[in-house]
């Protein structure tokens, strides 16, 4: 599999993440609802992948996957992900929330060709690395929080998302329905990001974050930041949820340097929790560390602080760099690392040419 895509490495879709709006470097498979699936130029690459990966799940995920979850139907969305040293590195944790049941079978081996990896949380702040070997499998309930760091090396897998349904029709709001109704604040979480209006999400939203959960707690704060449904953005109110999330451990777990360093994109959220606070400084200390450490998104926010000069010195070539090395990682910097070369607001990028 890696062969044939090693092979072509621009044959992977470079569009926009949802859970962390980094480009997904992805190459789909199979899939009932991306149109990717049908992007004519792939095709015969396509239909070599499927050629191998269908008699795997046929005659080994499959019947795994039904019989430890009966309800489970068929597979819906089928993809191989890489990681390769200058693109995305981190998938930040997330629920999948289009899944029902959800599979990834490792294509590199842990502590060989890469560190760190998949890793599971329970929303509390920590993260435990699965050290997967080549073609170890997860299979998973799309209520487990998961992600994607790899600290060192390069890493692909192969990654499936079942339904509860056979023509993948499912919806998918009606899954931990009734563990929500049951005051589960996982489930309501869940049950807020598959909601179909924007009032339903904030109100599971506000439940599940009152019950104390963490992760939820951080959603909630950012619904209020945002304004979402026909609440105006609170950013005070905001404020208070991000302090109750980090003091439950969803970001606090990370605060000294060297948890920052082991760490996803917690640099980026201390670094925005000292920025809230008014603390430019640390906030650009925080960034820098998260920065160095590969964080695209903090990248970009270093990059913004050398630009304007907030929390230390002006240094305009940095902050170019630094946009330059997160434009791996996200649209922001790539859009900002354009802005820095046009003459026309920096000038003196063209004197230094
Ligand atoms: O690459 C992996 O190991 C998992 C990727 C993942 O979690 C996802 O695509 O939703
Ligand atoms: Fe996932």
Known sequence: MKRLLEDAPDDFDEDIDGVDKMITYEFIISSAGAQKAHDPVRSARRAQLRRITEPILRERIQPFVWARYPKAGAVCHSMIRRYLERERRTHDTHWDIPSYVSVVVSLDSSGQDFEG????????????FIPLQRGDTVVHQSDLLHGVHVRHGERWSWAMWFQDSWDCSSRAESW??????????????????????????????????QAGFPRAQLYF?????????HHAPDPPAAAAWFERSRLGGEIDACASAEIVVEAGLEGYFLGLWEQKRKNLTGARQLFEEGARFGEGKAM?????????????????????????????????????????????????????S
């Open 117 to 128: 990896g998949f890793f599971v949380t329970t929303g509390n702040g920590e993260k435990s």
């Open 300 to 352: 970009t926010e270093l990059g913004v602080a050398y630009r304007d000069g907030w929390g230390g010195a002006k240094d305009l070539d940095l902050a170019t760099q630094w946009f330059e090395r997160a434009a791996d990682f996200t649209v922001e910097a790539m859009h900002q690392s354009y802005l820095m070369y046009s003459q026309v607001r920096w000038p003196h990028l063209e004197r230094a």
């Open 221 to 229: 704060g950012k619904a209020l930041e945002d304004g979402l449904a």
């Open 176 to 209: 931990w329905q009734q563990e929500a109704e049951a005051r589960d604040p996982v489930a309501q979480t869940l049950r807020a990001m598959r909601a179909a209006t924007q009032q339903e999400s904030y109100s599971w939203l506000q439940e599940a974050a």
